[in-house]
């Protein structure tokens, strides 16, 4: 399966530089531009609930974040952290090569965090307790994938499709196809972006993540076999300006999870909210 | 005769000497009251700056103007090239008025008296931005 798709890549890759060297300045404004960067320092209060049980923050240090956010362009190459969504905290920064460009989408090569993963020593640490049914629990790293994202962009709104193999980058076997609409509204000085998301992971992303192997299991936890679920996402994240170099972001998420992953002794839940307010200073 | 003329030109200097102190006088009058009017005549605008999260935007913004004047008349304050009007005022020497300010550029506002049609202050309010204005389809892009 992997293979396969290494080799659709390359194949694309290919097809691509050369349809680049007939038309080496694209006429995209994006390849006009060979280098521009740009960074932030974000400061947030964070509330989140996860669907595992006992990953839940309760100390006040545990919903303040601090992060700095970089952005890079050069030639084609880019690094995003997406500001405009909850999760960019959690997840992190994109990392990508423009493929095709054109006036209304564009297709990129690229390689991110899908999922966060979760070492249950730390869990336990950080509660400051025991969770019995995390004890002995093999840590689940976090699902770094390589894939090729299709992206769509309206007048005031963008469709992005994902399809990334997980395996090449980290151990969580198997594949993700990750679809994600956002539609800015603009009322006075707000951004206001609802965004709606539809996640496929497939059935080892899962079992990877929720699934009791034979190893784990313990009085608490039988061994269980996790097969591919749905995700849908559900967010209103709103940016204002403070002053010329600070931003004011509030935002909310919903994730639900559909598929048998609620059957796993770990998941506490099928859903999970996220609510973040905070300021991001703009170098 | 002579005594007549010397009489004559004694009363005709007199009087080109009156006009020539009564105008002086009169002159340096107004002009005083002009300085006066327009060095104690203030004009101001809070908040100054209005601050967008992208350039090229439109700004909103709820600003006051606040005007002052030494003497009671009738004033207006014009937007300056537009001529619209924000507000006016009968024998008033001040007053603040807040309105709804919507640019994506720096718009200047002027107090004009309605007696002397005059402009006896400017002021202005800006309008700056976060981010630098990008094409269409990278502003999904942060640069």
Redesign the interface.
């Known amino acids: 399966m992997y293979k396969k798709l290494m080799f659709l890549l390359m194949i694309i890759l290919s097809v691509s530089s050369s349809a680049n060297d007939k038309k080496p300045l694209n006429e995209?404004?994006?390849f006009n531009k060979t280098f521009?960067?740009?960074a932030?320092a974000g400061f947030s209060l964070q509330h989140s609930t996860n669907i595992i049980e006992g990953i839940e923050r309760e100390d006040l240090g545990n919903y303040f974040n601090i992060s700095i956010l970089l952005?890079f362009?050069y030639k084609g190459f880019?690094i995003?952290?997406d500001?405009r969504r909850a999760d960019t905290h959690t997840l992190g920064a994109e990392l990508g090569y423009q493929l095709i460009v054109e006036?209304?989408w564009?297709l990129d090569i690229i390689n991110k965090s899908y999922i966060a993963g979760f070492d249950p020593v730390n869990v336990m640490e950080i509660a400051d307790k025991n969770i019995p049914i995390l004890e002995g629990l093999k840590t689940r790293d976090t699902a770094d994938g390589i894939g090729l994202r299709y992206?769509r962009?309206f007048?005031e709104s963008?469709f992005s499709l994902d399809v990334a193999a997980l395996a090449p980058l980290s151990n969580v076997n198997g594949w993700v196809i990750d679809a994600f609409y956002?539609h800015i509204v603009?009322y006075?000085?707000w951004?206001i972006y609802i965004n709606a998301g539809l996640t496929y992971y497939s059935d080892s992303v899962i079992d990877y993540y929720v699934g009791i192997d034979k190893n784990e299991i313990s009085p608490l936890r039988e061994e269980f076999t996790a097969h591919h679920a749905l995700r849908t996402q559900f967010e209103v994240f709103a940016?204002?300006?403070?002053?010329?170099?600070?931003?004011f972001n509030i935002g909310l998420s919903q994730n639900y999870y559909f598929g048998d992953i609620g059957d796993s002794p770990i998941v506490d839940r099928e859903n999970a909210t996220q609510i973040m307010m905070g300021v991001l200073y703009?170098f | 005769m002579y005594f007549k003329l010397g009489n004559g030109t004694a009363w005709l200097k007199l009087v080109i000497l009156s006009v020539f102190i009564l105008m002086t006088t009169n002159t340096i009058a107004q002009e005083n009251n002009q300085n006066i009017l327009t060095s104690t005549t203030t004009l101001s605008a809070t908040p100054a700056n209005c601050?967008?999260?992208h350039q090229g935007?439109k700004?909103?913004?709820s600003v006051y103007l606040l005007w002052q004047v030494p003497q009671q008349g009738d004033f207006c304050i014009y937007q300056k090239v537009s001529n619209k009007i924000i507000q006016c005022w009968k024998n008033s020497k001040g007053s603040q008025v807040l309105f709804e300010f919507e640019s994506s550029e720096k718009l200047e506002y002027q107090l004009v008296s309605i007696d002397k049609n005059i402009v006896l202050a400017e002021t202005s309010v800006d309008v700056?931005?976060?981010?630098k204005a990008t094409?269409?389809?990278?502003r999904?892009?942060?640069?």
Not at chain 1, 239 to 247: D, G, L, M
């Open positions: 995209s404004t994006v521009s960067w740009q932030q952005d362009y880019f995003q952290s500001h006036d209304d564009e992206s962009y007048e963008i956002s603009p006075r000085n951004d940016q204002h300006p403070i002053s010329k170099s600070w931003i703009v | 601050v967008a999260l935007r700004c909103y913004a700056s931005w976060v981010h094409p269409r389809k990278r999904w892009r942060l640069f």
